[in-house]
């Protein structure tokens, strides 16, 4: 439903200046870069069709503030005070005064404005080198007046893309598992919500446990775990069409799945007679292959971004680790060896990481590991935790977190939250009801 | 209060807790051998005398000599019922990842499901089904609730 809105997009000025302003992502940034981000300029006939439209009283604004909280949660920009802002905004636009701008130590500022004609949003936007006095991007935006939220995340991806060399993940997805109820009795949906926290809305009833969900390449498709009839099987969602189906015709539990990077199959964990082997089936043509066959629990298996590899985990050894293999199920080979166990292992959209869980001394740690399994390196320790999913440009780490109860029974809570790949900027991630098993999409307009 | 008796009391507990290898740090309830349930708190039974669930210990499916004894129990009161069928039920503790837990919990329900086997009781009448760990009978972050949650539980199905 979300992806029939055309969006386009056009460069205004096709400019291309020499940017002084550059940010590093490669590191923790601890002196995030000063940024004004100037609301956006709206005429008064614009403010008044839109205002009776979105019910928003300035919608130039609206959208500055999503730019403005994207940029902040980043990590990587400091948005400034708008209060302290001298310069306004259509004017600002039009041909900001540096010396102004300087004085408050912005470095960058953002400008723009918004438009209503033919029943149609116009965003338009500008980013400045204030030290240089320059402008360094130009883009404008023409979508339905209903998609603002979204040109917010989009003018914040180019932001980002121009000032740090890599792509935003800010006009994107996630799907997860919201929670309610006792602990005992947990009531489970699977629910989806823009990067932000934003639009929230809910796929399931709640009627059957449901857990898992991931999304396949080009996020229409969803495959989760359904307890349906009280058969724990995998299924497949048509997020637009609403449409269900079961994904194959196991006499058994399956569950752990995820597509392939072309979204052609689905990989998933196979239980029977006390053991758990991969298989994958192609959704096609429902041809199912056998991918490991060992005694052991083999599960959560997640592919390479070539689809040439797989890892997973098993605890062949005795003990949960993590294990790669070609995707034929050839060339087993064993990449964790630390203390502890290992579990969730999912490879990054780079395809130099695998990020993982790892459970050591009654702690929980999210982590990532090269894919030979050297350089591990654990972002953050918890009571509990895990699940991790990339950001699409593999540079954050969504994952979920539960708190512990107390001897009255009281505490639990299941929260999302991100870190940055450098163990920095650790978040809440805004949720309207306890949630877990996040799955972040890829860009949606891309 | 008598103190000697106390004092008895604890150096038994301790002397117990000496011969077994895991239970020295964390137990003192006396409900758990090693970080096995051996309490009766949560169960529920199938009918007198028959307990309905086996604890294990962390990360295990092997059953313990009081869970074979359960199970003998059991076996004996479904032949004796042969219209009655069971869904065993595999259950996980929260301190292990949720897939894993799902394939642990089937594990589980199996290792009861073999056994009940052994003594003459038809594949046809038991079904399983995995809740790793999305249904623990106590909600507590604690190594006896955990202990407690850890567990395969026979439910009649008809």
């Known amino acids: 439903m979300f992806l029939r809105y055309i969006l386009i997009l056009f460069l205004l000025i096709p400019f291309n200046s020499f940017a002084l302003i550059e940010v590093d992502i490669t590191r923790g940034n601890l002196n995030p870069l000063p940024i004004a981000v100037s609301p956006l300029s709206l005429d008064s006939d614009s403010k008044s069709k839109l205002k009776t439209i979105l019910k928003k009283d300035d919608i130039g604004a609206q959208i500055s503030i999503v730019v403005e909280n994207n940029l902040k949660k980043s990590g990587l920009f400091n948005p400034l005070n708008k209060d302290s802002f001298l310069q306004k905004p259509d004017i600002a636009h039009f041909k900001p005064r540096f010396e102004d701008w300087a004085l408050i130590k912005a470095q960058a500022l953002i400008t723009g404005k918004v438009t209503f004609s033919d029943e149609k949003l116009r965003v338009e936007f500008r980013l400045w080198d204030v030290l240089a006095a320059k402008e360094i991007m130009a883009l404008a935006f023409t979508t339905v007046p209903s998609n603002w939220r979204r040109v917010g995340h989009i003018i914040t991806d180019k932001i980002y893309e121009r000032l740090t060399g890599e792509k935003g993940y800010f006009d994107t997805r996630i799907i997860y598992v919201s929670e309610e109820g006792p602990k005992i009795k947990r009531i489970k949906k699977l629910a989806i919500m823009d990067q932000d926290g934003f639009n929230t809305k809910y796929l399931t009833l709640g009627n059957e446990l449901v857990l898992t969900p991931r999304f396949n390449p080009t996020n229409q498709m969803v495959t989760y775990l359904s307890y349906f009839r009280n058969l724990p099987r995998v299924y497949l969602l048509d997020i637009e069409t609403g449409i269900q189906e079961v994904v194959g015709d196991f006499p058994g539990m399956t569950f752990a799945p995820r597509f392939s990077p072309d979204g052609k199959k689905i990989i998933m964990s196979f239980a029977k007679d006390g053991n758990s082997d991969i298989y994958t089936m192609e959704l096609e043509n429902r041809i199912v292959e056998r991918i490991t066959n060992h005694p052991s629990i083999d599960t959560s298996p997640s592919y390479s971004p070539d689809g040439k590899y797989i890892c997973f985990n098993s605890d062949r050894s005795g003990y949960q680790q993590i294990y790669i293999m070609k995707s034929d199920g050839s060339n087993v080979k064993r990449i964790s060896f630390g203390k502890g166990l290992y579990g969730t292992p999912v490879w990054s959209p780079r395809g130099d990481l695998i990020a993982f869980t790892k459970l050591h001394k009654g702690k929980f740690y999210i982590g990532v590991m090269r894919t030979n399994g050297k350089g591990e390196r654990l972002l953050t320790e918890n009571f509990y935790q895990e699940a991790p999913s990339w950001s699409p440009n593999g540079r954050v780490l969504i994952f979920y977190r539960e708190t512990k109860t107390d001897d009255k029974g009281e505490g639990f809570s299941a929260k999302l939250w991100s870190i940055d790949l450098t163990g920095y900027n650790e978040r809440l991630v805004n949720t309207e009801t306890d949630a877990s098993d996040p799955s972040w999409s890829s860009l949606l307009s891309d | ?158």
């Not at chain 2, 295990?60 to 359960?70: A, D, I, N, Y």
């Open chain 2, 1 to 158: 209060m008598n103190l000697n008796k106390i004092f008895k009391n604890a150096l038994l507990l301790a002397l117990a807790c000496l011969a077994l290898s895991a239970c020295a740090k964390k137990v003192s309830t006396g409900q758990m051998q090693g970080d096995v349930y051996t309490g009766t708190d949560t169960v529920e039974y199938l009918a007198s005398g028959v307990p309905d669930r086996v604890f294990f210990a962390t990360n295990e499916s092997v059953l313990t000599t009081k869970s074979r004894e359960t199970l003998r129990k059991q076996a004996a009161w479904l032949r004796k019922n042969s219209n009655i069928n069971i869904v065993i039920e595999g259950h996980a503790d929260e301190r292990g990842t949720r897939e894993y837990n799902l394939a642990l919990g089937e594990r589980r329900a199996n290792a009861a499901k073999d056994y009940l086997m052994t003594y003459g009781i038809s594949a046809d009448r038991i079904s399983v089904i995995s809740y790793g760990k999305e249904r623990p009978v106590d909600s507590g972050s604690n190594p006896l609730s955990w202990s407690k949650n850890r567990r395969s539980v026979s439910v009649k199905a008809n």
